[in-house]
């Protein structure tokens, strides 16, 4: 059976259907969802995972983009977003990947498939690889598409004391004055999640760009003194 067949199985079978609509109107999503909770579907495709190993770079990409690009329900998508961060591909996580999780990024287009790709694959790859890696987020915070503007103010969300500030305020910036929701969002936790290590700094921060709203809320969230 392939890795592919195995997984659509194995979700099946830990489905319950009579979640999948509440959690569709929820997600607000287009594509149906099976009612496949969060904890019985990480252990369902770490046996999967376990059972069906991919032995190149090459096929691992091959192997989540048909995932990605063939599902029909959105656990199947979320698979492949968990296969793509399988510990055993982790030497894979090279340069190479990022036209994989461009397409995922600007095809997924929404929250709960970015986010996860920003913060834990591309800022991933920003830590190994900042020379090539810095250019490209300046470039996707200017960028038309509003979910890869979102990665670049999300990517170093977990970096805490290694947080490039220049890069973090240079890929905020370009979407200051973006009214859209998530946009705005995206900001303010963003600089929240940087106030942990420097709150002093996020203060001055958004008080020198006069920051509004609710991106103003999110980021002085933990700082009640702010």
């Keep these: 059976m392939s890795l592919g067949k195995a997984v659509r199985l194995a979700l099946q079978q830990v489905a319950e259907p009579d979640k999948a609509e509440v959690m569709r109107a929820y997600m607000k999503s287009a594509m149906p969802f099976l009612g496949v909770q969060s904890t019985p579907r990480k252990a369902a495709l770490k046996r999967v995972f376990a059972e069906h190993r991919l032995e190149s770079a090459p096929e691992w990409r091959r192997a989540v983009l048909s995932l990605w690009r063939e599902a029909e329900f959105r656990e199947e998508r979320y698979a492949a977003i968990e296969l793509s961060g399988y510990h055993y591909y982790r030497p894979y996580q090279t340069l190479y990947t990022v ?31 900042p020379d090539p890696m810095r250019p490209l987020m300046l470039e996707w ?26 890069l973090l305020y240079a890929c905020i910036e370009p979407s200051l004055s973006d009214n859209d929701f998530f946009a705005r969002k995206a900001i303010g936790w963003a600089l929240r999640e940087y106030a942990k290590t420097n709150p002093s700094e996020v203060i001055r921060y958004v008080k020198a760009k006069g920051i509004s709203g609710l991106s103003r809320r999110e980021a002085l969230k933990n700082l009640p003194l702010a």
């Design 99 to 129: 036209p994989m999780y461009e397409e995922m990024i600007v095809s997924g287009a929404w929250w709960d498939v970015v986010d996860e790709l920003a913060t834990h694959r591309i800022g991933g790859l920003l830590a190994a690889y």
């Design 141 to 166: 915070a200017h960028d038309d598409d509003l979910w890869k503007r979102r990665t670049a103010i999300l990517c170093q969300n977990r970096f805490k004391q290694r947080t490039d500030t220049a």
